[in-house]
C-alpha cells in the first residue's frame, strides 16, 4: 500500500454552487473516518465560481475504487451530479513524492 492522490474536477451548472457545496459536505465529514483516509482539500476557482476541485490523499487506491466510492454515504451525492454537472466529473490519480506543511516546520511567528 502506498499513498495517492485523486484530483477530482467539478464544474456545476451556474446557480447550483450552493448546492454542490451543500451535498459533498457530508461525504468529506463522513469519508475523514475511514481507515484508508489521509486528507482532503475542496477548492473553488476564485475566478469561476462554478468550478470546483477536490485534493484528497487516501492509503490504499484498490479501497479507495473498490470500496470507499460505493459508500453508503456518497449515494446522494453522486445521484445529483449528473442534473448539476455541465461537464462529466474528471478524476486524476497521482503519485505523492514530497509533502511539506507549515504546521511540521519550527518556525515562529513575530
Known amino acids: ?6 484530483v477530482v474536477s467539478n464544474h456545476v451548472k451556474p446557480g447550483h454552487e450552493k448546492e454542490y457545496v451543500e451535498l459533498v459536505t457530508p461525504v468529506l465529514d463522513a469519508m475523514r473516518h475511514e481507515k484508508t483516509f489521509v486528507n482532503t482539500v475542496l477548492n473553488r476557482d476564485p475566478e469561476d465560481p462554478t468550478r470546483f476541485m477536490l485534493y484528497e490523499t487516501w492509503s490504499d487506491k484498490a479501497d479507495f475504487l473498490e ?3 460505493s459508500r453508503e454515504y456518497r449515494k446522494t451525492y453522486e445521484a445529483r451530479l449528473p442534473e448539476i454537472l455541465r461537464a462529466p466529473r474528471r478524476m486524476e490519480y497521482w503519485e505523492p ?3 511539506d506543511f507549515a ?3 519550527s518556525k515562529t511567528t513575530s
Open 67 to 69: 470500496v470507499q466510492m
Open 97 to 99: 513524492l514530497r509533502e
Open 1 to 6: 500500500m502506498s499513498e495517492f492522490v485523486v
Open 103 to 105: 504546521f511540521f516546520s
